[in-house]
């Protein structure tokens, strides 16, 4: 493969994770979501599937090394986030006679967005990261023609 299309592969991964963490975002602010965007596992997201598929060929470089905690951590953190939002909160019935159910779904809520910061955080990592992949792999491919 030429390293120009390795770095639109990898150009393309970051648009896909960028767009995921776009849909964690919509589902805070309350609009649907697909069933194909519902939280998943790490290897079944756009991005996985390139970082455990094609990217592969970048596994030598340190920072495709790097990749692989942050963007578990970001599944996590997602998974997280939609649980909060979908699972109904525990109360009694004595606490839903008392309208405590709406009070506890707003707890939720707030605790889904301080976890959407955390989110975001690791986002960055992850583009960080990805970021430093490219420079890496720009680095190695001109270290090889310079050998030739």
């Known amino acids: 493969m030429k390293i120009s299309e390795a770095v639109e592969q990898l150009r393309n991964a970051r648009t896909a994770h960028k767009s995921w963490v776009a849909r964690a975002e919509a589902l805070i602010a309350g609009m649907s979501v697909d069933k194909e965007h519902?939280?998943?596992?790490?290897?079944?997201?756009?991005?996985?599937?390139?970082?455990?598929g094609p990217g592969q060929m970048l596994r030598r470089l340190p920072a495709y090394k790097a990749m692989e905690k942050p963007h578990d951590e970001l599944h996590r953190v997602y998974m997280n986030i939609f649980k909060l939002l979908f699972n109904?909160?525990?109360?009694?019935?004595?606490?839903?006679?008392?309208?405590?159910?709406?009070?506890?779904?707003?707890?939720?809520?707030?605790?889904a967005e301080a976890l959407f910061s955390k989110l975001q955080l690791i986002s960055e990592n992850v583009c960080d990261i990805l970021e430093q992949l490219e420079a890496q792999l720009i680095q190695a491919a001109g270290k090889q023609a310079s050998m030739k």
Not at 43 to 51: E, N, P, Q
């Open 38 to 52: 519902i939280p998943m596992m790490p290897t079944d997201c756009a991005f996985g599937k390139w970082y455990y």
């Open 88 to 111: 109904e909160p525990e109360v009694s019935m004595l606490g839903k006679m008392f309208g405590q159910s709406k009070k506890a779904k707003a707890e939720q809520l707030k605790q």
